[in-house]
């Protein structure tokens, strides 16, 4: 049986804002994407994951939207959308967006309405509540810190935020907010676009009776724990909703940004019965330590979790977290690369991660990101040498600081190198794309010496070792095959300090 293209391809997460800058703002745009979709096709990803571009006041660069269906000025048009849409499909590749469903702008026009009056038709659109002894309504934290209330002097209620207090949440306890964030899913797949990736999918429903979170003996709660605030039971029928809408489009995707370390029980159960989220977004290894035990663990656990209908996926970098190459250490780069695609399931790339792009310093002064700490790890990618690393023109001004590295970090000097980590990453997908092992495969651990990850991916037609050395010192293992791709030059003798190779198993 053929496989669905989002099992057995690779996404590549690629934040709009610093991938390519085309009219000199400083800012990345769509037609910058659509320039550089030639790139990617010779990269060999499969579909690409684009953040927010939505109409908004990008207090949360995107993420607090004012119009879901219309492209923000600062990226272009609809008509560029749809330009880089086709050019897109013309090269093979797919396009994902972000759906934000959980919350608007302060300054959309539901919420403006809403908050005109306690009689207006849209006041239940959102979450209101009247203080409690002149307090908060109850002990809910955002994610951002403080206080997930705020009180409107207007109509003398709290509006309940979990992110910003510029982002309300928006009531999906209200059918009429479904209907119209189901409306605006259908806009974007009558487009043509290949699915969505939704944004905080735990935190649809909140507890109706809005009970205090229990807190620990710091006086804090766990977001990925809490009782009330998220992860409501209702939440999964609202996916179901979504899925179906999403499955009357043939080939699309449902992909859903769940808290980051939840238990795998919560995590596997967001696939429901083949009739929720295709793909439930798996953090795990964003957190782990990069540890062989620690690693093979959660992978063997998770992997056993996954229900047999369904799919796993993995991730090891993030918009929201460090980079890879500076959460790990830039020895432990190719080795990282090579765990991400080889293990059973739907891999997601970080733009940049393939040049071992590594966290920028930001000046205070420069600082943009309103949660603090998010923006050494979204900066403009490096494509040239050149002035503004070829992000943007000469003249213009980068909405965040380049990398001081960008002169030989960068996708022109690493395309020309056959040793660079952008040529190593394009052979670790076409390794992926051509051995049907490693795009279809089972997995099963393999014992191996301490601090070496070993697995195999086996199929019909294949048997693959993967054998990742993830110590400072050699180390000899007791395995044998016909070597494909290693992290270094040489593939015989022992494993080199954070080597990895990918080796064929002879029946």
């Known amino acids: 049986m053929e496989l669905s293209w989002w ?26 994407v659509t320039a550089r979709l030639d790139h990617l096709s010779w990269l060999g990803i499969d579909a690409i994951w684009l953040s927010p571009f939505y109409r908004s006041p ?112 928006l009531n999906w306890r209200h059918p009429e907010v479904r209907l119209a964030m189901h409306e605006v ?88 019965h083949g009739d929720m989220l295709h793909l439930p977004i798996n953090f795990w290894l964003l957190f782990i330590p990069w540890r062989a035990a620690e690693l093979q663990a959660f992978i063997t656990d998770y992997d056993r979790a996954v229900p047999e209908h369904a799919w796993p996926n993995w991730v090891l970098g993030s918009h929201d977290i460090s980079r890879m190459a500076t959460r790990l250490g830039p020895d432990h780069v190719r080795a990282a690369l090579m765990l991400l695609l080889t293990l059973r399931g739907t ?22 990101d309103p949660w603090e700490g998010r923006d050494p790890a979204r900066t403009p990618m490096p494509w040239t040498s050149g002035p503004n690393a070829g992000f943007c023109p000469p003249e213009a001004h980068p909405w965040l600081p380049v990398g001081a590295d960008h002169v030989h970090r960068n996708v022109t000097v690493q395309a020309a190198d056959p040793r660079s980590t952008l040529t190593f990453t394009r052979a670790l997908l076409d390794l992926r794309r051509t051995h049907c092992a490693l795009s279809r495969g089972s997995y099963e651990p393999v014992p191996a010496p301490e601090g070496v990850l070993a697995y195999r991916r086996d199929h019909p037609d294949e048997d693959l070792l993967i054998v990742l050395n993830l110590t400072g010192s050699p180390v000899a293992v007791p395995f044998r095959g016909t070597p494909l791709l290693s992290t270094h030059e040489e593939t015989a003798g022992p494993l080199r300090p954070h080597e990895g190779r990918v080796m064929e198993i002879m029946r």
């Not at 690629?14 to 400083?26: H, I, Q």
């Not at 809910?140 to 997930?148: I, Y």
């Not at 991660?353 to 002064?365: F, H, I, K, R, S």
Request: glycine residues 8%.
């Open 58 to 169: 990008q207090r949360d660069f995107g993420y607090d939207i004012t119009d879901h269906t219309d492209v923000d000025p600062l990226f272009g048009t609809l008509a560029d959308f749809d330009h880089l849409l086709a050019e897109a499909h013309r090269r093979g590749l797919r396009v994902i967006l972000d759906l934000v469903p959980n919350h608007t702008s302060i300054d959309h026009p539901w919420f403006a309405a809403s908050r005109a009056s306690r009689e207006d038709p849209r006041r239940e659109w959102y979450i209101w509540r009247d203080p409690v002894d002149g307090d908060p309504p109850n002990n809910w934290r955002a994610v951002t810190g403080g206080s997930a209330w705020t009180l409107d002097e207007r109509t003398g209620q709290y509006y309940l935020h979990s992110f910003l207090p510029e982002q309300p949440d």
């Open 347 to 368: 891999p997601v790339l970080y733009y940049g991660d393939e040049l071992g792009m590594t966290d920028v310093p930001v000046p205070a002064c420069q600082a943009r």
């Open 185 to 272: 899913m259908r806009f974007w797949l009558e487009r043509g676009v290949d699915g969505f990736r939704v944004d905080m999918v735990d935190y649809l429903l909140k507890d109706e009776l809005f009970r205090d979170e229990p807190l620990d003996e710091h006086g804090r709660y766990e977001p990925a724990l809490a009782r009330y605030q998220l992860n409501q039971a209702g939440t999964l029928d609202l996916l179901r909703e979504l899925r179906e809408i999403t499955d009357a489009y043939p080939g699309r995707v449902l992909i859903g940004e769940v808290e980051y370390r939840l238990p795998l029980p919560r995590l596997t159960g967001y696939y429901g």
């Open 7 to 32: 099992k057995r391809g690779t996404i590549y997460h690629l934040y709009v804002r610093s991938f390519a800058d085309t009219d000199g703002d400083g800012v990345g745009d769509l037609p910058g």
